[in-house]
């Protein structure tokens, strides 16, 4: 399987380590893996799954990583679709920005998975990416697909 994983075009060191020990997890397990910058990527229908990720400052992503998602809504809605966080405050929340709701609801998928920055985010990327591989490669609904069940904070979020 082609996979593109994305990253804003001034990505900070932590999600440079991140989607580093995803590739090469993903790459471990089988996959064709292309790392490009938000601004830069080639087209996405060339890919069967699509990751990008992120470090949220003050709970906003970066403007470039919101308008791929917002250029390519279409495309990722019909594809596997992945998004990583770096969480650079201790004990942020798990819910994805603000920024991201309606855009996540679009593309039908939960939300970032978060990578707290540390000593073990490396470690963290890494089983997250073992993840991936095998829900990529079992085909199996929930992590990359349906949207926020009724009743939860997000989905009151969206319908208010």
Do not use: K
């Amino acid at each position: 399987m082609t996979i593109l994983i994305t990253y804003p075009d001034r990505a900070d060191e932590a999600t440079q380590v991140t989607r580093l020990a995803i590739a090469h997890e993903l790459i471990n397990a089988g996959h064709e893996v292309d790392i490009y910058p938000c601004g830069r990527t080639p087209r996405i229908e060339d890919y069967e799954a699509v990751l990008v990720g992120s470090t949220a400052g003050h709970h906003h992503w970066p403007t470039g990583a919101v308008s791929f998602l917002r250029e390519h809504v279409a495309e990722l809605a019909v594809r596997p679709t992945y998004l990583f966080q770096i969480a650079d405050t201790p004990g942020e929340s798990p819910e994805p920005p603000h920024d991201l709701l309606h855009l996540l609801y679009r593309i039908g998928i939960a939300g970032p998975h978060i990578v707290h920055e540390g000593a073990d985010e490396q470690d963290q990327a890494a089983a997250w990416g073992r993840r991936i591989a095998r829900d990529l490669d079992n085909r199996v609904e929930g992590l990359s697909s349906g949207v926020w069940p009724a009743g939860t904070a997000v989905d009151r979020r969206l319908r208010a």
